[in-house]
């Protein structure tokens, strides 16, 4: 086996990216690999960092707000006037580039974006502000301008 | 913490993972704070270690790429149980005596298991819009409270907000946990092992670890990007590997 096929970049809907970011190191060595025994060892250092739950609290108030307006925030498009199956339509239609980034990001990506020693209230924070930053980027000016060029075609 | 011994002050040894002793490394191989990367033999196995000061903190990104890198580089020119990140040890004495020689026939047996077959690691992510598009459009609880809170202002709508949420999430997780299955099942079929991954975040839809056949990594490859076509426009699928096979070592007992 050799790692020839690292950095490739196949077919076209599957990413395979190379180097692997930090955010894929982090999941792969968290919590994994054969502990030596405490004793023997000099330290185990880092571990701080490697224990911090970076899990979403799924079941929490806070998050089911995120949610509700995450879902609202659909609203922005049907208010042009297409109607919701229109908008799954047009959606399927932009498929890749209408990704979006942001509320429903995995916690780890979101806080490996930034410096990793922070603590976990400060991380709470972050993803937070991350949410409110990423609010005006799905603003549907653009949208509608789109969706109306669409039309004028 | 650290004991200083005479002519070795301050260094340690830092240990990425166990390999058979006849593992010939990659050329040139730089570990963490880009210390030289070499073997400690005992017996039939091998520790794969660099010095390394032992009070130096680390955990920072160069570290971990660092010793993720030495591994999956050790990965792909044969079997290597890796150790835990941040594991340092007092010398390479230390190294033979404490760690090797009493697990000696353990790691053998270990390595025998890993042999032959390279860890992948497959993330699906769902389009957030997407999946919420058709959350709403499959649910008419949910369709009411959107219709009912969009335009409301924020404090009378709290509890219909706060339900609305609570009745987003509880879809996406069946949602996640049908199309996962799906995935799953097709990925199974070309590993010969799988460790799911506990997930972390909504736009969630899998994350696997999969320990597979160097023989059958060809259709592997395909199977993935299959789905991953077969997926486009509602979730985006990441493969990750070939990598040391750091799901499929005992966690420590």
């Known amino acids: ?153 | 913490m650290t004991v200083a011994t005479p002519g070795d002050v301050g260094l340690g040894c830092y240990v990425y993972g166990v390999v058979p002793a006849d593992l010939v490394l990659p050329k040139d191989l730089k570990g963490v704070a880009g210390q030289a990367v070499s073997l400690i033999p005992y017996g039939d196995v091998a520790a794969v270690t660099s010095l390394m000061d032992s009070d130096r903190t680390m955990a920072g990104r160069d570290d971990l790429m660092a010793h993720s890198r030495v591994l999956d580089a050790v990965a792909a020119v044969g079997p290597v149980l890796p150790i835990r990140f941040g594991s340092v040890m007092q010398d390479r004495d230390a190294v033979k005596t404490n760690l090797l020689e009493p697990d000696q026939d353990r790691f053998h047996a270990m390595l025998d298991d890993v042999a032959g077959q390279s860890q992948f690691v497959v993330r699906a992510r769902y389009d957030e819009r997407q999946v919420l598009t058709e959350v709403v459009a499959e649910n008419a609880e949910i369709a009411r409270l959107r219709a009912a809170t969009r335009d409301a202002p924020d404090d009378s709508s709290y509890g219909d907000r706060v339900r609305l949420g609570e009745l987003v999430a509880r879809a996406l997780e069946a949602k996640s946990a049908e199309d996962g299955r799906n995935l799953l099942t097709e990925l199974e079929r070309h590993a010969a092992a799988v460790n799911i991954r506990e997930g972390a975040g909504v736009d969630r839809l899998l994350d696997v670890a999969l320990l597979v056949e160097d023989s059958k990594r060809a259709e592997f490859e395909q199977a993935v990007e299959k789905l991953a076509e077969a997926f486009a426009g509602r979730a985006t699928l990441k493969l990750i590997g070939p990598t040391a096979p750091y799901d499929f070592v005992a966690a420590g007992e």
């Open chain 1, 1 to 153: 086996m050799t790692m020839a096929a690292a950095g490739q970049r196949s077919g076209g809907y599957l990413s395979r990216p190379a180097p692997s970011s930090l955010a894929d190191v982090i999941d792969s060595i968290l919590d994994k690999g054969l502990v030596i025994d405490a004793y023997i060892r000099v330290s185990l250092v880092g571990i701080e960092l490697l224990t911090i739950d970076a899990r979403i609290v799924v079941a929490s108030v806070d998050t089911y707000l995120r949610f509700a307006e995450a879902t609202n925030r659909l609203d922005l498009y049907e208010k042009g006037g297409e109607t919701l199956p229109g908008m799954v339509e047009s959606m399927s239609e932009s498929g890749a580039q209408g990704k979006t980034r942001g509320l429903l990001s995995g916690a780890k990506e979101a806080l490996l974006g930034r410096d990793e020693d922070r603590a976990e209230q400060e991380q709470e924070d972050e993803r937070e502000e991350e949410y409110q930053e990423a609010r005006p980027r799905r603003r549907p000016a653009k949208k509608a301008a789109a969706r109306r060029r669409r039309t004028e075609e």
